[in-house]
């Protein structure tokens, strides 16, 4: 059974810190990881994929991989109030579907 | 990315009847997928809509109550039928061109009573 683990938060944080989400995946097979952020009432929206060990930076968010520990990050700099929302981390083994995880939410306070 | 757009964004039903959810994006997409996403839940896939050919449904999904159609590539539509209060949820649309990643239209946000 593929299964991806997060923690459902709440996460909270001070403005201008650093948000340190993960997510562990159970399926060794993985190829493609990705992270969406989701507003409450609203639909996910992709703000990173990354397919390679390693760290992947776009502007204030890094995601990290590391397949041998099947484990996923996203970091979250200079964290501001709107990143507040939940954060799903999603997987796709080999050229299956997606697999979601139930999203950690972020609190960033003021 | 897609523009992707559904149709409609909200609806309140009777319980028994059915309803049918649009689904269009603004160019052509390779794979198109549909989603219900129950309160303070993740994402659930019901199904992958082939175009030209029956939709692939997952696990705990059956076409009677999940008909899908996708007549070309870019429109879809997915209908709820004999709709019961426990298919209140959010619908999502999403599509995913050659590469991976996928990308999800505005939700349609059902509420059977």
């Known amino acids: 059974q593929k299964e991806v683990e997060q923690n459902s938060g709440p996460l909270s944080v001070p403005e201008g810190a650093i948000a340190s989400l993960n997510c562990t995946y159970s399926d060794r097979g993985s190829q493609s990881f990705f992270w969406y952020r989701q507003y409450s009432g609203k639909s996910p929206e992709l703000i990173m994929s990354i397919y390679s060990n390693g760290d992947k930076e776009d502007g204030r968010f890094t995601a990290q991989l590391n397949k041998a520990s099947q484990y996923v990050s996203l970091l979250i700099r200079d964290s501001q109030p709107s990143d507040s929302a939940t954060y799903l981390c999603a997987v796709r083994p080999g050229y299956s579907t997606l697999t979601f995880g139930k999203g950690t939410m972020l609190l960033v306070s003021p | 990315s897609a523009v992707i757009s559904q149709k409609p964004s909200r609806d309140i039903c009777q319980r028994g009847t059915s309803l049918t959810i649009q689904c269009q994006v603004d160019?052509?997409?390779?794979?198109m997928f549909w989603y219900r996403q129950q309160p303070g839940q993740s994402l659930t896939l019901i199904a992958t809509a082939n175009q030209g050919s029956e939709a692939t449904y997952e696990s705990g999904f059956v076409i009677d109550k999940f008909p899908i159609s996708r007549p070309n590539l870019t429109f879809s539509t997915l209908t709820v039928s004999n709709m019961s209060p426990e298919d209140s949820s959010i619908y999502l649309c999403?599509?995913?061109?050659?590469?991976?990643?996928?990308?999800f239209g505005p939700g349609t946000r059902l509420t059977v009573t």
């Open positions: 999403s599509v995913a061109r050659q590469g991976d990643e996928q990308y």
């Open positions: 160019s052509q997409v390779t794979m």
